[in-house]
């Protein structure tokens, strides 16, 4: 299994249109191949900042949702939400 971890920071002017957004790459990321979960989470001491939580069954798997069109518009346009670049956490439990 492969956790990836994605830290990011919203502009608080900008949170309507950013939960539309991210609730669309959730909605269609649950539905790819080898997917085992895909969460999006709020920070309880920080109403800004939230966390993606992504398990995927293999590399293979989460390669091909790398080139999905609602990933690739997630990476084009995720910066139009956010205060700073988002931080990403790979963990590979395969090897």
Request: aromatic share 10%.
């Amino acid at each position: 299994m492969i956790a990836v971890n994605v830290r990011i920071t919203i502009d608080p002017s900008k949170r309507a249109a950013y939960l539309k957004f991210i609730d669309n790459l959730v909605n269609k990321s649950l539905k790819d191949k080898g997917n085992l979960a895909y969460g999006h989470y709020q920070d309880v001491n920080n109403e800004n900042n939230y966390l993606i939580l992504e398990h995927w069954d293999n590399q293979k798997d989460l390669d091909a949702h790398l080139k999905t069109p609602h990933l690739i518009n997630f990476k084009n346009h995720i910066n139009d939400y956010t205060t700073k670049d988002p931080e990403l956490l790979f963990l590979n439990q395969n090897k």
